[in-house]
Protein backbone atom coordinates (compact mmCIF):
# COMPACT_ATOMS: atom_id res chain seq x y z
CA UNK A 1 0.00 0.00 0.00
CA UNK A 2 0.98 3.38 -0.83
CA UNK A 3 0.38 7.05 1.29
CA UNK A 4 0.40 9.79 0.47
CA UNK A 5 1.11 12.85 2.87
CA UNK A 6 0.85 16.77 1.72
CA UNK A 7 2.03 19.97 2.97
CA UNK A 8 2.42 23.76 2.29
CA UNK A 9 -1.13 24.84 2.29
CA UNK A 10 -2.19 28.02 4.03
CA UNK A 11 -3.58 31.30 3.81
CA UNK A 12 -1.85 33.49 1.18
CA UNK A 13 -2.51 37.44 -0.72
CA UNK A 14 -4.04 37.47 -4.21
CA UNK A 15 -0.91 37.30 -6.20
CA UNK A 16 1.15 35.45 -4.20
CA UNK A 17 2.96 32.48 -4.70
CA UNK A 18 2.81 29.17 -2.72
CA UNK A 19 4.45 25.68 -2.79
CA UNK A 20 2.86 22.00 -1.96
CA UNK A 21 4.71 18.94 -1.53
CA UNK A 22 3.69 15.72 -1.26
CA UNK A 23 5.46 12.56 -0.04
CA UNK A 24 4.52 8.81 -0.65
CA UNK A 25 5.57 6.01 1.33
CA UNK A 26 4.95 2.46 1.60
CA UNK A 27 5.41 -0.78 -0.47
CA UNK A 28 6.48 1.36 -3.61
CA UNK A 29 8.82 -0.18 -6.93
CA UNK A 30 7.75 3.54 -9.34
CA UNK A 31 4.87 5.80 -9.57
CA UNK A 32 3.81 5.78 -12.93
CA UNK A 33 1.77 9.46 -12.81
CA UNK A 34 1.83 11.75 -9.82
CA UNK A 35 -0.12 14.99 -9.96
CA UNK A 36 -2.38 17.50 -7.82
CA UNK A 37 -6.03 17.88 -8.01
CA UNK A 38 -8.38 20.89 -6.22
CA UNK A 39 -12.13 20.50 -5.55
CA UNK A 40 -13.99 23.31 -3.34
CA UNK A 41 -16.64 23.18 -1.46
CA UNK A 42 -19.76 22.65 -2.94
CA UNK A 43 -17.94 21.75 -6.70
CA UNK A 44 -16.14 18.67 -8.06
CA UNK A 45 -12.77 17.73 -8.19
CA UNK A 46 -10.54 18.76 -10.74
CA UNK A 47 -6.96 18.09 -12.29
CA UNK A 48 -4.59 20.80 -11.76
CA UNK A 49 -1.48 19.02 -13.09
CA UNK A 50 0.15 15.37 -13.32
CA UNK A 51 3.39 14.33 -14.31
CA UNK A 52 4.95 10.75 -15.50
CA UNK A 53 7.95 9.21 -13.94
CA UNK A 54 9.35 10.18 -17.43
CA UNK A 55 8.99 13.94 -16.63
CA UNK A 56 6.21 14.24 -19.25
CA UNK A 57 3.40 17.00 -17.67
CA UNK A 58 0.03 17.73 -18.22
CA UNK A 59 -1.74 21.13 -16.79
CA UNK A 60 -5.10 22.15 -16.34
CA UNK A 61 -5.77 25.65 -18.87
CA UNK A 62 -6.17 27.99 -15.48
CA UNK A 63 -2.43 26.31 -14.35
CA UNK A 64 -0.54 27.09 -17.12
CA UNK A 65 2.11 29.97 -17.00
CA UNK A 66 1.36 30.13 -13.33
CA UNK A 67 2.00 26.67 -11.85
CA UNK A 68 4.98 24.13 -12.16
CA UNK A 69 4.61 20.26 -11.43
CA UNK A 70 7.91 18.18 -10.39
CA UNK A 71 8.79 15.17 -9.00
CA UNK A 72 12.13 13.45 -7.31
CA UNK A 73 11.86 9.59 -7.88
CA UNK A 74 14.18 8.63 -5.87
CA UNK A 75 12.30 10.21 -2.58
CA UNK A 76 9.46 9.77 -4.02
CA UNK A 77 8.06 13.37 -4.01
CA UNK A 78 5.69 15.51 -6.15
CA UNK A 79 5.21 19.55 -5.83
CA UNK A 80 3.30 21.92 -7.15
CA UNK A 81 5.18 25.57 -6.98
CA UNK A 82 1.95 28.26 -7.78
CA UNK A 83 2.82 32.05 -8.70
CA UNK A 84 -0.03 34.61 -9.43
CA UNK A 85 -2.40 33.07 -6.83
CA UNK A 86 -6.34 34.09 -7.36
CA UNK A 87 -9.03 33.61 -5.29
CA UNK A 88 -10.50 31.08 -7.61
CA UNK A 89 -7.84 28.88 -6.70
CA UNK A 90 -8.79 28.68 -3.21
CA UNK A 91 -9.62 24.95 -2.37
CA UNK A 92 -8.48 21.89 -0.67
CA UNK A 93 -5.33 20.57 -3.07
CA UNK A 94 -5.17 16.63 -2.91
CA UNK A 95 -1.89 14.87 -4.05
CA UNK A 96 -2.08 11.85 -6.21
CA UNK A 97 -0.20 8.69 -7.34
CA UNK A 98 -1.12 6.11 -10.02
CA UNK A 99 0.82 2.74 -10.13
CA UNK A 100 0.32 0.42 -13.76
CA UNK A 101 -0.42 -3.20 -13.01
CA UNK A 102 0.03 -6.46 -15.10
CA UNK A 103 1.51 -3.74 -18.35
CA UNK A 104 -1.28 -1.35 -18.03
CA UNK A 105 -4.23 -3.89 -17.06
CA UNK A 106 -4.80 -2.80 -13.89
CA UNK A 107 -4.29 0.95 -11.92
CA UNK A 108 -3.55 1.31 -8.01
CA UNK A 109 -4.82 4.81 -7.01
CA UNK A 110 -4.05 6.52 -4.19
CA UNK A 111 -4.80 9.85 -2.58
CA UNK A 112 -3.69 12.06 0.03
CA UNK A 113 -6.01 13.69 2.83
CA UNK A 114 -5.60 17.11 1.55
CA UNK A 115 -3.92 20.40 2.06
CA UNK A 116 -6.35 23.60 2.20
CA UNK A 117 -5.00 26.53 0.33
CA UNK A 118 -6.81 29.98 0.66
CA UNK A 119 -6.29 32.96 -1.50
CA UNK A 120 -7.80 36.68 -0.04
CA UNK A 121 -6.96 40.16 1.22
Known amino acids: QVQLVESGGGLVQPGGSLRLSCVAS????????MGWYRQAPGKERELVAT???????NYADSAKGRFTISRDNVKNTVTLQMASLKPEDTAAYYC???????????????WGQGTQVTVSS
Open 51 to 57: ITNGGNT
Open 96 to 110: NAAILRRRGLFVDDY
Open 26 to 33: GSIFSIDY
